[in-house]
C-alpha cells in the first residue's frame, strides 16, 4: 500500500469524485481547482475584487498539497532579489522581491482581516544548512536581505540547536 499523498498531486485520484455542474449554475469570472489554502485565498481575494468566484475541490476542503504544509508560513520565493533583479531587471525584479518579502505578513493580516479562529506564533523561521552548497546559499541569502534592511540572522549550528521551540 503506497504512502499517503505518495502520488504526484497532479494526477488524479482513484476516489476522484465525478464532475459536478458549477453551483446554481450561474456563471462565474474565475474558477479556482483546488480548496487547499492558496485556492482559497485566491478564490477570497478574487471576490473581494468583485469577481463571481467557483471553487472545486474533489475532497475535503483543506485536505491537499497546501493544506498539509505543516502550518508553517515563510516569506520569499525560490529566487533571492539579486537572482530576481537580473533576470526580471530593477522594476519588475523590484516588485517581485517586495512581494516575496510581503507574503507572510499577507497571510497574517488575512487572519487578523477575517477574523479567523486561527491560533499561530510568529517568531521567525529557521532554515537549516544539511550540505556544504546549502550553506553558502544560506550566508549568500543572508547578506542579500540585510543588505535590503531586512531583520535576519545566521544562525550558527550551536545556536540552532539551542533554539526555543
Known sequence: MPAPF?????????????????????????????????????????????????????????QGASGLNGGQVIPGLKYDPEWLLEHFGPERGEILVNFAASTADAVFELIRDEKLAVPFVRNGWIQAAHTETALKAAVNR????????????????????????
Open 142 to 165: 543572508d547578506r542579500q536581505w540585510r543588505n535590503r534592511g531586512a531583520d535576519v540572522r545566521l544562525l550558527s549550528q550551536t545556536e540552532i540547536a539551542c533554539a526555543p521551540a
Open 6 to 62: 505518495s502520488d504526484p498531486i497532479w494526477q488524479k485520484p482513484q476516489s476522484a469524485a465525478a464532475p459536478q455542474a458549477l453551483v446554481g449554475g450561474k456563471p462565474v469570472d474565475v474558477v479556482i481547482i483546488g480548496g487547499g489554502i492558496m485556492g482559497l485565498s485566491t478564490a477570497l481575494h478574487a471576490a473581494r475584487f468583485g469577481f463571481a468566484v467557483q471553487v472545486l475541490e474533489a475532497g475535503e476542503i483543506g
